[in-house]
């Protein structure tokens, strides 16, 4: 299945964080938050803005974000969860 996000919405799976501490300590999964780092998998063409006008996202397909805890909505497409979230809900590029 194919899916293209609309307007200023993007596709993101989450990047794993390691399950282990600087010192070596294991952190097991029930204790685990869920990694606020993801990359984008997909983009819209993006918003309109008042005139009518289509303005560009800032980011683009392969972009490493950072995003806050509670962004998006979690979707499974063929077995594998995204987020989908507005271009707002990100906070930043890594790398």
Not at 30 to 38: F, H, L
């Amino acid at each position: 299945m194919k899916f293209r996000p609309l307007h200023d919405r993007v596709v993101v799976k989450r990047v794993e964080e390691d399950t282990k501490t600087k010192g070596g300590i294991i952190i097991p999964e029930t204790a685990q938050e869920k990694p606020m780092q993801g990359e984008i998998i997909a983009v819209g063409p993006g918003a309109r803005d008042e005139s009518g006008k289509v303005v560009a996202l800032d980011v683009k397909k392969g972009d490493r974000i950072l995003f806050g805890k509670w962004s998006g909505t979690e979707v499974k497409i063929d077995g594998t969860e995204y987020l989908i979230m507005k271009e707002s809900d990100i906070m930043g590029i890594v790398g």
